[in-house]
């Protein structure tokens, strides 16, 4: 009798904690790397954005809630989208948003201005069409919904995510749909950190901030950034976690990290010298404010909370370092060790593959297939300067590079660079390059370790030497599992 009691209630709360999971997505504050372009130049400030797992676009200017296999969105305002009526922001899906492509698999494995204006003139034509049929918003360089496509294009971002419920989520949804859509965009009390403050402030209130002092009264995507991250582990229940997107290998110049005012100030040799100049006593009081109340490395902050299971070993640590449990402190110091390790690598495997790659190298030189080592610095440039990219009607990419009278085509994504009608040989230099730069990039710009070995086994497919297989080299993971590790909402 009891254990027939007992067993519907067993049920019953299993159930309540399934529906329970199902009924947690995400959302998250985008932290984008500065573009040297317009008063950026100045500022440093980069943008801000926000992500949403369980919200997809109805329209660009509408939103609701994703279907099953749907990957989220992000949503974003801009001085001017340059769309044909003012709009204060639109929404896309989160793979346009990243790769500028639907399916990760066909994502560009380089980048070049060439590259990204095919991706955003795809998106323009197939999903725009009826927001942008004016010259302006078609064909200038200015109109921001560009900035929409393809982000890793042209620089790194971060994304700080914490859990939602399906009604936090209905009730932002309700809320923006029924609001006017309407840009009012001003760079002092209505800029994009303002606008991602808001959104984030509808799921927790006074999760996000202003930094008053070290922004001089302005919002900036640092100081919302780091407000919602100290908001984030002050409530462990969030399950917060940080994801980290780098710009991708190519042509186009590499993003800055972005800055408060007061770091802007502080490391900018424009900005410093004619304050010690004119304002020492000012200068004195930026640095100051900077050093003791402005400091976050968000690169520092990933490293600490790349899943969600090492934010929870770093609450236990912290835990067990005040009650004074010295061996217990130990064992989940070396776990939380091993989970960052299996997500950024450590200096061991990064060091084991430039060594790897360099007798690949040698070995590509001595056979012919690369002029020489300087020649993979040039490799992008020559297809960016010959070549015409296209895409398909399965949506995928390729480009077609014409020089001194031959010509040859090769797939620009992981999942046709090596593809039938692929050149065999364009195909390996651009590896080689793709790899070349990611192994001489810093942490913050190179792509975490399963990504980069997605890259490392397709160099191997493409007739790397025996060496690459080294017993001094980490196996490759399943790349599926080291997805779904960091992207829960990944199919």
């Not at 199902?22 to 372009?37: E, F, K, P, W, Y």
């Not at 926000?50 to 200017?61: E, G, L, T």
């Amino acid at each position: 009798m009891l254990l027939r009691r007992i067993c519907p209630i067993a049920v019953a709360l299993l159930a309540l904690l399934l529906a329970s999971a199902q009924a947690r997505a995400d959302v998250g504050v985008i932290l984008n790397d500065s573009l040297d372009t317009s008063v950026a130049r100045i500022t440093g400030s980069g943008h801000s954005a926000v992500y949403f797992s369980r919200i997809c676009p109805a329209s660009p200017i509408k939103l609701r809630l994703c279907n099953p296999g749907e990957q989220g969105s992000v949503m974003s305002n801009y001085t001017t989208l340059g769309e044909d009526e003012p709009f204060e922001w639109n929404i896309v899906p989160f793979n346009t948003y990243v790769y500028g492509v639907s399916n990760p698999a066909d994502a560009p494995l380089f980048s070049s201005v060439k590259i990204k204006r095919a991706l955003e003139d795809a998106y323009r034509d197939k999903v725009l069409a009826d927001y942008c049929e004016g010259h302006t918003c078609q064909s200038s360089n200015k109109a921001e919904w560009r900035e929409m496509v393809s982000a890793e294009s042209e620089r790194t971002f971060y994304i700080l995510i914490v859990s939602t419920t399906v009604e936090q989520d209905q009730k932002l949804i309700d809320e923006y749909n029924s609001l006017p859509n309407v840009n009012h965009f001003n760079g002092m009390a209505r800029n994009c950190a303002d606008f991602t403050k808001r959104v984030i402030d509808t799921y927790f209130p006074h999760a996000a901030h202003r930094d008053f002092i070290n922004d001089f009264g302005m919002t900036s995507p640092k100081a919302v950034a780091r407000s919602f991250s100290h908001y984030a582990e002050r409530h462990p229940q969030m399950q917060y976690r940080i994801v980290h997107f780098a710009q991708l290998p190519g042509t186009i110049k590499r993003s800055s990290e972005c800055r408060s005012g007061t770091e802007q100030v502080y490391h900018s040799k424009k900005l410093l010298v004619p304050m010690a100049v004119f304002a020492p006593h000012e200068l004195a009081v930026v640095t100051g404010s900077y050093v003791l109340t402005g400091r976050y490395n968000v690169e520092k902050d990933f490293e600490g909370h790349a899943t969600v299971r090492e934010t929870e070993l770093g609450d236990r640590l912290k835990l067990a370092r005040s009650d004074d449990e010295s061996e217990i402190a130990e064992q989940l110091s070396a776990e939380e060790t091993k989970e960052r390790a299996d997500v950024l690598g450590t200096q061991q495997q990064w060091k084991a593959y430039k060594e790897s790659f360099d007798a690949i190298v040698a070995d590509a030189v001595r056979d012919g297939r690369l002029s020489s080592r300087d020649a993979l610095g040039h490799v992008f440039e020559k297809i960016n300067a010959h070549g015409e990219p296209s895409i398909d009607e399965q949506g995928r990419l390729w480009i077609r590079v014409d020089e001194n009278g031959s010509a040859a085509r090769v797939g620009l994504s992981q999942s046709d660079v090596l593809a039938t009608g692929s050149d065999r040989a364009l195909a390996y230099q651009v590896l080689l390059a793709n790899v070349s730069e990611i192994l001489k990039s810093p942490a913050r710009r190179r792509p975490t370790l399963a990504e980069f070995q997605k890259s490392w086994q397709l160099l191997q497919e493409a007739g790397a030497p025996a060496q690459v297989e080294s017993a001094s080299l980490p196996p490759v993971p399943n790349f599926r599992a080291a997805s779904l590790k960091r992207f829960r909402f990944l199919p």
